[in-house]
């Protein structure tokens, strides 16, 4: 059953718990598949999922990256240590690129030992930090949480999602009255209009469809080896909803 | 002169190798097989290509060109890139690319003028491409050709409306950003900063509508179709 996010990502109040433990290799982009099924295909730290961002004709390179926590640079020993990688965007990447917090100042959110619902909240399509939560602010200014771009894609998940659920909740009953009009009552009109709401309807799948949970190309295997750990992340899972509910 | 030519040949030969070894090395680099490969690498002189072309340098392929045999060197060379995004490294090489040509045009203007200061001038080394970017040589090289720039005179030096456009301008100012903040301690870098944060925050935000112009063009369901539907259906049903 085909699973959709949901119009409003929030925060989790879990911290992600990782599921994956993949053997050390040589080369950390070995762990993309592990990685991705451990975040459930979204940002670790906006929380943009891979379905967002591929609406809008990003490619080539990969718009998911894999970001260290702790910088290569500043410990070269960690590149490939599976518990600092993290499932990133390509925007969240890049607004952060090797920025490490000063000594007694605030520091950098982990998503796997900070659960981001106590830090931020989902405000009118930004992820807010709390009031007085000086690290939260640091994290979401270091990782540009809120970058336009973001908002944006954020607010057509949102609108579009609403705008079709709304329709394909109200039209159910109304099309099915009218097959039944169209059948009982042999009304042309009805029957033309009965076809068109079809139509709509079809559309409107289809444009939900993009909003899909476990994106299309996901990784049937990983490096893990084990099929059980093929699921979306609990705090993901009971926010997604599907088609037939 | 057949020792010369000896040494000559063989001397070909070695940067024969050197060059096969290079382009063995960059085509590893860019993709696990060959087709991959020369797709990015279409892809990524294209844009090259580009950036020289919106910075206003003439020549802009062979500029393109060298910045991509000097990346390849590197890589044969055996240094570990830290890019994530090797697009990125590309860029960081081209702007020093650029840099070096603006600088020796600059000498060779001051040696039209002043013939005794360009020969001191020119005992100084070519710079090679260093580890980090030197904000304020960034700055100044950048703020002339493009953050002084208004946006609308930057899309279409961009190449139209197009998203990897308007991405690319992006995150090329959201690269120098980054370098930028790294130095807030300094005065003048911290000033450099806030201008650069503005023009940033404008770019994405025009960025982000085009985006959304995107995605609009992408959707098949129309809202507005569907109310009008769903209106008719209900007045027509309401009909006995």
Known sequence: ?245 | MNRQRKIGASGRKTREEQIRNELEALVAFLGPDRDLAGERYTMIRRRLVRLFEWRGLAFAEDLADETITRVARRIAEGVELRSVDPFAYFCGVAHWVSKELLRRAARERAGLEAPFHAKESSAEPMQRVPPELEWEELWSGLEETTFSKPAEELRPLAGGEGIPDMEEIVQEIGDIYGQLSKLVADPAAKEAVRQLRERLRALQREEAEAMERQFRSQLLFDPQKGRDALARAERLLSKQ
């Open chain 1, 1 to 245: 059953m085909t699973r959709l996010l949901p119009p409003v990502t929030r925060p989790s109040r879990e911290v992600i718990s990782r599921r994956h433990l993949p053997p050390v290799t040589g080369a950390y982009s070995a762990y993309r598949a592990c990685l991705r099924w451990d975040f459930g295909f979204s940002c670790a730290f906006c929380l943009l999922h891979e379905s967002d961002i591929a609406s809008y004709g990003v490619s080539g390179w990969g718009f998911m990256h894999v970001e260290h926590f702790v910088p290569r640079s500043s410990d070269p020993s960690r590149i490939n240590d599976y518990e600092n990688c993290f499932y990133i965007c390509g925007r969240c990447n890049r607004a952060r690129g090797k920025k490490m917090p000063r000594a007694g100042g605030p520091i950098l959110l982990n998503p796997c030992s900070r659960a981001w619902g106590e830090h931020f909240e989902a405000v009118a399509d930004e992820i807010r930090p709390l009031a007085e939560d000086r690290d939260a602010a640091y994290t979401c200014d270091t990782y540009d949480f809120n970058d336009p771009a973001k908002v944006r894609i954020r607010r057509m998940r949102r609108v579009t999602i609403n705008q079709c659920r709304r329709f394909l909740d109200r039209v159910r009953r109304l099309h099915e009255a009218l097959l039944d009009r169209a059948e009982n009552e042999g009304d042309t009109e009805a029957v033309e209009l009965a076809w068109e709401i079809q139509e709509l309807r079809r559309q409107a799948y289809w444009d939900l469809l993009r909003f899909q949970a476990i994106p299309p190309d996901h990784d049937p295997v990983c490096r893990c080896g084990k099929s059980t750990h093929l699921t979306l992340p609990d705090a993901l899972e009971e926010q997604t909803w599907s088609l037939l509910s």
